[in-house]
């Protein structure tokens, strides 16, 4: 069975993590990738929906707590409601102090809306 995830779409997903856990911040050598808008809600595969999460299979690490706490996650971003638009949804990621981030369609990266393109920091 073939990844459903795009070859650039992970590497933009790593490049962005630096290596470390997007929640916890904790250094990974290989990511899991966590869908904030689960695949069961409508959630696709691009970068915008997609973070690199310590732990594994929905069940260890940030990643078993994305899908066991949702007022947690929701509130950091993690996990999306159903009808939830990734792209309007932030989430706070650790690697660059905790502030909120919004992630393009594009694996382009800003920290002042979903529309601004002024603060740009990764992309592929």
Same mark, same amino acid.
């Given at each position: 069975?073939? @990844?459903?995830?795009?070859?650039?779409?992970? +590497?933009?997903?790593?490049?962005?993590?630096?290596?470390?856990? +997007?929640?916890?911040?904790?250094?990974?050598?290989?990511? =899991?990738?966590?869908?904030?808008?689960?695949?069961?809600?409508? $959630?696709?595969? $691009?970068?915008? *929906?997609?973070?690199?999460?310590?732990?594994? $299979?929905?069940?260890? #690490?940030?990643?078993?707590?994305?899908? %066991? *706490?949702?007022? +947690?996650?929701?509130?950091? !971003?993690?996990?999306?409601?159903?009808? #939830? =638009?990734?792209?309007?949804?932030?989430?706070?990621?650790?690697?660059?102090? !905790?502030?909120?981030?919004?992630?393009?369609? @594009?694996?382009?990266?800003?920290? =002042? !809306?979903? !529309?601004?393109?002024?603060?740009?920091?990764? #992309? %592929?």
């Amino acid at each position: 069975m073939s @990844d459903p995830v795009e070859p650039w779409v992970r +590497e933009a997903v790593k490049f962005r993590s630096f290596g470390r856990c +997007e929640w916890c911040g904790m250094a990974i050598s290989r990511p =899991d990738l966590h869908h904030r808008l689960f695949r069961s809600r409508g $959630g696709g595969h $691009g970068p915008e *929906n997609l973070v690199a999460l310590c732990g594994w $299979g929905n069940t260890t #690490g940030c990643h078993g707590k994305a899908h %066991t *706490n949702a007022a +947690e996650a929701e509130a950091a !971003g993690m996990s999306i409601p159903r009808g #939830g =638009d990734p792209l309007l949804v932030p989430f706070r990621s650790v690697t660059f102090g !905790g502030l909120l981030m919004w992630v393009h369609p @594009d694996g382009f990266t800003s920290f =002042d !809306g979903p !529309g601004s393109r002024s603060t740009i920091t990764a #992309g %592929t």
